[in-house]
């Protein structure tokens, strides 16, 4: 079993900072992608950023030039440092990572969802 536990959530002034961290754990193989979803009040939850193994990154056209997606393959943890944020960066972030699993028979590929963590940017 594998869990991703969020952190770094909280209230910030508009124009502020924040830094998520998600920690992967459980019997992992390997973690390919990861990435940063979020979801606005009354909204769909949409991509944030998502960083693969090498390094590679993308990001949602809204958090590009604030929004700087990161990862520590030795920690299986990948961070999300937010810059200038805004009211409308307001929601649940969550991690989402692509595992691969060892089981008796062969590798297997999950995909696995943090329970998500609150960011309030206020006006």
């Known amino acids: 079993q594998v869990q991703l536990v969020e952190s770094g959530g909280g209230l910030v002034q508009a124009g502020g900072s924040l830094r998520l961290s998600c920690a992967a754990s459980?019997?992992?193989?390997?973690?390919?992608?990861m990435g940063w979803y979020r979801q606005a009040p009354g909204k769909q939850r949409e991509l944030v950023a998502t960083?693969?193994?090498?390094?590679?990154?993308n990001y949602a056209d809204p958090m590009k030039g604030r929004f700087t997606i990161s990862r520590d393959n030795a920690k299986n943890t990948v961070y999300l440092q937010m810059n200038s944020l805004k009211t409308e960066d307001t929601g649940v972030y969550y991690c989402?990572?692509?595992?691969?699993?060892?089981?008796?028979?062969?590798?297997?590929?999950?995909?696995?969802w943090g329970q998500g963590t609150l960011v309030t940017v206020s006006s």
């Open positions: 459980g019997s992992i193989f390997a973690i390919n992608v």
């Open positions: 989402n990572a692509e595992v691969s699993i060892a089981t008796t028979k062969s590798i297997e590929a999950l995909e696995v």
């Open positions: 960083i693969t193994r090498g390094g590679r990154s």
